[in-house]
């Protein structure tokens, strides 16, 4: 069998996309809660006040707050070995700098770890999943100011403590590379300037660093992984400036990957700010803490694949970096422009632990789709049984033929959620369908698409079914 004995079953989803609740119990509001959306796409504010009748898509989302017991049992009928969720950080600090944490969010938060074990369900927990507090937004400069690190580090020391022998998987950061194409939905950044980035992304990888240290100490038997946006390119000709451009591409995402899993700074990203006149804002120490904290494992989303050359010299435009400038004339799309590639897959595996020789671990996929719901309430999803089935034969060939050791799986949004990169309801990724418009109109009910039975019995013959499909 392909799939190992104990291979991670389950889904994914970010608190701000799935809790709604955006003011209950103490939270402070973070800068997913200040994003509208609507028909025509995402706008960002970067100033906390909130517009009296227009709609936010994170201040109900889907209701997961009021629902999760119900969620969670959904995803153990799917037979989920593994959930992975994020804690939304200004629920535990709401302004980000405060020196004890909010007892009522941390107490959701057990609520949900207690529904996980009773199901068994093993918790993977991201500490940071694209909600900065904009407290620290506005008092701090966001992570561009050191001081966030510590504040980082407190609520992780407090996650750390109150859950030991309870979770045992960790995140520090979502995407940790999207600090290069979307800095303020990953890290409350608004600075178009490089300098501003860099010295952000320092700061965050510094966090992980010292994170990952605090994790180990806390509890041995914890296991800390980086999560890149799975960003892979391939060359748009066999012309060797456009190979080089393909090379800066990945350079520019998987340096981040680099120091946390090397734990220095590879030196083609060192000469690279040296041609910018950048400094990293470096302190005594850094170097040991960086060096000290490398990761245990390394996860990653995986959508889709780009093309890159010479023409865009590495550079990454758009919203989820999407726009590279060329198009891959053998791969088909989605709704929403992204490329379909299974194969790709395979390819990143391989790439990622040839570079990297730590456990991988996919922590989202999945395809975001229009659904539409029958007149008996059904769902009929062809299009996203076959995503699915089509990336998992790729991910077992990596395990089976190319021998990549990958620990697990987990779909994104499992049920459906709010879209980050576009605010909206109807980019549907769940085997469980949720009644809720782009408006944030509907009954908030779950009812089960036909992909549920599907995913269902893959989880069930730990992937064996997948060839009955094929
Ligand atoms: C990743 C994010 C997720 C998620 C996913 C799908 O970049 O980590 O939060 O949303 O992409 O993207 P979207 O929701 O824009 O379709």
């Not at 079953?9 to 103490?26: I, L, S, V």
């Not at 994020?86 to 949900?112: C, H, K």
């Not at 520090?172 to 939905?185: D, G, K, L």
């Not at 077992?396 to 190319?402: L, N, R, T, Y």
Request: charged share 20%; aromatic share 12%.
């Amino acid at each position: 069998m392909a799939f190992p004995n104990g291979f991670l079953w389950g889904g994914a989803t970010a608190a701000n996309q799935c809790e709604g609740a955006f003011d209950a119990d103490g939270k402070g509001l973070s800068t997913a809660d200040v994003m509208t959306a609507g028909a025509h796409g995402i706008k960002r504010r970067v100033t906390p006040e909130l517009e009296p009748g227009t709609y936010y898509p994170s201040h109900a989302a889907i209701d997961h707050y009021h629902r999760y017991r119900e969620d969670i049992a959904l995803f153990a009928e799917l037979g989920f070995t593994c959930y992975r969720f994020s804690v939304n950080w200004t629920r535990i600090f709401p302004q980000g700098d405060e020196e004890e944490p909010n007892e009522a969010g941390l107490a959701f938060y057990d609520g949900i770890l207690d529904e996980l074990e009773r199901h068994g369900i093993e918790p993977l927990v991201t500490i940071s999943h694209f909600e900065t507090p904009l407290g620290l937004v506005e008092k701090y400069g966001s992570w561009e100011n050191r001081a966030v690190v510590d504040c980082y580090l407190r609520y992780a020391r407090t996650l750390f403590t109150r859950w030991r022998g309870r979770v045992h998987l960790w995140l520090t950061f979502n995407e940790i590379n999207c600090m290069s194409t979307q800095p303020w939905v990953a890290a409350g950044i608004a600075s178009e300037d490089e300098g501003v980035r860099m010295r952000a992304a320092y700061h965050q990888l510094l966090a992980s660093g010292l994170a990952t240290q605090m994790a180990h100490e806390i509890d041995p038997a914890n296991r800390v992984g980086a999560m890149y946006a799975g960003h892979f390119a391939y060359p748009a000709s066999p012309d060797p400036a456009d190979v080089i451009g393909t090379m800066r591409f990945m350079q520019r995402m998987l340096f981040y990957l680099d120091v946390m899993c090397h734990g220095s700074y590879p030196p083609y990203k060192l000469r690279e700010l040296e041609r910018q006149g950048i400094a990293l804002p470096v302190e005594p120490g850094d170097a040991e803490a960086l060096a000290a904290g490398t990761v245990d494992f390394v996860s990653y989303s995986y959508y889709n694949t780009h093309v890159t050359g010479a023409k865009t010299r590495g550079v990454i435009k758009g919203m989820n970096g999407l726009d590279t400038g060329y198009k891959n004339p053998y791969l088909n799309r989605s709704d929403w422009g992204w490329t379909i590639d299974p194969t790709g897959l395979r390819f990143s595996l391989n790439l990622l632990y040839e570079r990297y020789r730590r456990p991988l671990m996919i922590v989202e996929n999945g395809l975001g789709a229009v659904d539409t719901v029958e007149e008996d309430g059904s769902v009929h999803d062809p299009y996203r049984i076959a995503y699915m089935r089509d990336h998992l034969l790729e991910l077992e060939c990596a395990i089976e033929h190319d021998g990549v050791p990958v620990m697990g799986y987990t779909m994104w949004g499992p049920l459906d959620i709010v879209s980050a990169s576009t605010g909206e309801m109807k980019k549907r990724y769940g085997v469980i369908y949720v009644d809720v418009d782009d408006g944030g109109r509907g009954t908030f009910a779950r009812s089960r698409k036909d992909s549920f039975a599907w995913y269902q019995k893959v989880i069930a013959t730990n992937g064996a079914s997948l060839h009955e499909d094929a």
